[in-house]
């Protein structure tokens, strides 16, 4: 059985659906989990999300041991993160770094991740779409065979 794909997400996505609709769509996360798990029918996959850092963080290490790859939306710790980076730089395998929102078009506080110096690719600006998206990339990365969408 290939190691699982781990799904990770960050501070206040547990408020999905509800949080800024305008921002980040109605989409609740355990719909997105949902559209996760069929973008990978019968693969090991973890979802996850906390709003704590140093628990981010130990998912990251477990990942280094159990995991094949990680797609991680972290949220606001993206842009304050060094400890965040520090425990991806450990991971072996593909990391895909993924937003909601278009964060480059946000903010000024919005444009400098931490993450994306050591992530394999970046997505931002799909809505709930990008998880199945990544999904199906992180598939591609690990040179699985994926579910075609019939
Ligand atoms: C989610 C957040 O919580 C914000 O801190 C980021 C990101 C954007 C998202 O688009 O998924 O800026």
């Avoid at 798990?37 to 996959?45: H, K, S, T, V, W």
């Avoid at 946000?106 to 992530?119: G, I």
Wanted: net charge neutral; aromatic share 8%; proline share 5%.
């Amino acid at each position: 059985m290939a190691k699982r794909i781990y799904v990770l997400n960050g501070p206040n996505l547990n408020r999905l659906g509800l949080r800024e609709p305008e921002i980040y769509g109605r989409t609740t996360l355990s719909e997105v989990e949902q559209m996760c798990r069929a973008a990978a029918p019968g693969r090991a996959l973890d979802f996850r999300q906390t709003n704590k850092e140093f628990e981010l963080i130990d998912w990251i290490h477990e990942a280094i041991d159990e995991g094949s790859g990680i797609i991680i939306n972290p949220a606001a710790f993206t842009f304050t993160s060094i400890a965040l980076l520090d425990a991806l730089k450990m991971f072996p395998g593909p990391i895909i770094e993924l937003h909601i929102s278009n964060i480059h078009r946000r903010e000024a506080y919005y444009h400098h991740s931490y993450v994306s110096k050591v992530a394999t690719a970046v997505i931002a600006g799909l809505g709930a779409n990008g998880y199945r998206v990544a999904v199906a990339a992180m598939q591609d990365l690990l040179g699985e065979a994926r579910a075609h969408p019939a």
